[in-house]
């Protein structure tokens, strides 16, 4: 019961605890070198399905430069997670919030080194509102959650991928997750903390939530700007409008009582990733490490928008998957 109590309000720590089946847990690391030349995302994560007898846990290895993806695939017996903090092992490989350290050798490729963390950003976790989800992490049965663990930190350490070395020493990086049974049907993400003024990160989701038989898009982002945070949150009284998609961008606006933020994002070269589809990872997602996402950033003084920041953030992780139009028109039904 304790252990139940306390992940709501940990949610970057192992949630799966007491699951076996259509189950997936994954963790987002995401690292750019000084030069802003490369760009990695290393997923380390579980798949629980034991109807498809497929039960494992991974590590994937998203690369900006050769647009490759490698999944690594483990035992399930090689995944071990603390109850209390972010402390991950899977096999040799060893996660936390502060540290990676990689001695991966499979059929797929070579990845070792250790990559530290200092200086977090996590979402905040209050007493009604534990992190991202707000209150709908309170509520059960959820297709999937979501955690931001930190929108931006520095990094030092170097890895060695597939023979060549990146030195992240100076870079900057970010860490998210996601954990249920599978990956909405539809949905946008992004996220960028290279913007031109320095440790600034913006991260934004919507996505399709199905509910009783139905379904409606929900949404959510975070922006952190000179060492303040502001949520925009479908469960903090923020609306989405303006949503356009095509291929390979989307732009839209959120507005809360005294605050705005204009989106426009687009994407290219994206590699492919794998999915979880009721804890079995059988879907792909095409994610790009070259987004460019722009924001305008806005207060509302004295009747009038005052601009307080605008600019491009480069290096953004951009997807944008599934129907478009289903996005679009489960907005629609919440506005109705």
């Known amino acids: 019961m304790f252990y139940t109590l306390l992940k709501t309000w940990k949610p970057s720590i192992f949630q799966g605890q007491n699951r076996s089946n259509h189950y997936f847990e994954g963790w987002y690391f ?60 899977i096999g040799t490989n060893h996660f936390t919030s502060n540290l990676m350290d990689l001695k991966i050798d499979t059929d ?40 931001a663990v930190s929108f931006d930190h520095l990094l030092s350490g170097s890895l060695s991928i597939d023979g060549r070395t990146i030195d992240f020493s100076g870079g900057r990086g970010y860490i998210e997750k996601d ?37 409606f898009t929900g949404f959510g982002a975070g922006l952190l700007y000179k060492g303040d945070f502001f949520p925009f949150t479908k469960w903090n009284g923020t609306r989405l409008e303006n949503l356009r998609i095509d291929p390979d961008g989307v732009a839209f606006s959120l507005i809360r009582s005294d605050r705005k933020v204009e989106v426009t994002a687009y994407g290219k070269d994206a590699g492919l990733l794998r999915s979880p589809v009721f804890g079995e990872m059988a879907g792909q997602v095409a994610e790009s490490l070259k987004g460019e996402i722009h924001i305008d950033f806005s207060v509302l003084k004295n009747g009038s928008w005052e601009r307080v920041f605008s600019g491009a953030g480069s290096n953004g992780g951009l997807e944008i998957m599934g129907d478009s139009e289903e996005l679009i028109q489960g907005l629609q039904a919440v506005e109705r």
């Open 108 to 147: 797929e490729g070579a990845v070792s080194g250790k990559v530290r963390m200092t200086g977090l950003h996590p979402w905040p976790v209050k007493l009604f509102r534990p992190g991202f989800m707000g209150w709908y992490a309170f509520v059960p049965f959820m297709q999937c959650y979501h955690g």
């Open 30 to 89: 995401k690292l750019v070198d000084a030069t802003a030349k490369n760009v990695v995302a290393i997923i380390p994560g579980v798949a629980l399905n034991k109807k498809a007898n497929d039960s494992h846990s991974f590590i994937q290895v998203l690369d900006n430069v050769s647009h490759s993806t490698h999944y690594h695939r483990f035992p399930l017996e090689h995944f071990h997670a603390s109850k209390t903090i972010l402390d991950i092992h």
């Open 179 to 215: 954990w249920g049974n599978s990956f909405p049907r539809s949905w946008i993400w992004m996220q960028s903390n290279h913007f031109s003024t320095p440790g600034t990160s913006f991260m934004a989701s919507v996505a399709t939530i199905p509910w009783l038989g139905r379904y």
